[in-house]
């Protein structure tokens, strides 16, 4: 298994004020799986993606990456990690205001051990047209794609999107969706997707269901729709 997440538990606070966020979370993706996971507000998505990605510290549990645990108090590992294996998309994309397109996604590609040809990725993203543009001449969905192709320069092996199509219209929202899909056709990606749309669950391989910190339900999705032929 590619990504192994084994009784994973995230507390806040201590003595009487401590609230339990995750309560023993156990999943497996195989490499190169879509995975959605779904949930309402406060069911841990966030804290999960976060735990997985290296922001947070877990409580208690391992995750594993390719059959090596993560360690995330061991800052060199972390760095490790982080350079080689992982890719962040947020809802909000946080890029660099004062770099073009094109600068804002090389600058991750500094970061890695080898990086993606920055051309091919732009055609791929539909940003060759705009790669000399600011974030503040682009469209959001303009910007999404920028903030992908920054997750994706140094070809991570695991792409974590927080609600990637949560600040997007409908129609944009579509467009992002398929070039996840493509991405992962194209680069074999494992893409873990937290939202709140649950549509977007059916392009995925696996869809997990939390609620309260609990995995009330982990499945396979035995019929994936098309991003193009998703409909909220």
């Given amino acids: 298994m590619f990504v192994e997440v084994k009784e994973l538990k995230k507390d806040y606070g201590i003595g009487e004020n401590v609230v339990h966020v995750l309560k023993g979370l156990n999943f497996q993706l195989e490499k190169g799986e879509i995975c959605t996971v779904l949930g309402p507000s406060g069911a841990g998505k966030s804290t999960l993606l976060n735990l997985i990605g290296g922001i947070d510290t877990l409580t208690s549990g391992e995750i594993r990456i390719n059959g090596k645990k993560i360690e995330l108090d061991d800052k060199d590992g972390l760095l490790e990690y982080r350079r080689d294996h992982l890719g962040f998309v947020f809802q909000f994309y946080n890029l660099i205001p004062d770099l073009t397109v094109k600068e804002n996604i090389e600058v991750c590609g500094f970061l890695g051990k080898k990086s993606l040809d920055i051309q091919k990725l732009l055609k791929d993203l539909g940003l060759k047209e705009h790669q000399n543009k600011y974030p503040r001449q682009l469209s959001g969905g303009q910007q999404q794609r920028t903030s992908i192709g920054r997750a994706l320069i140094k070809a991570p092996t695991l792409l974590l999107c927080d609600e990637p199509t949560g600040a997007l219209d409908y129609d944009t929202s579509k467009e992002i969706l398929e070039l ?25 391989d696996r869809i997990i269901h939390l609620k309260d910190g609990r995995i009330t339900k982990n499945e396979v999705n035995p019929s994936k729709t098309a991003a193009k032929d998703l409909a909220w």
């Fill in 180 to 204: 996840l899909e493509g991405v992962n056709r194209e680069y074999n990606t494992t893409i873990l997707i937290v939202t709140h749309n649950e549509a977007i669950s059916r392009m995925s």
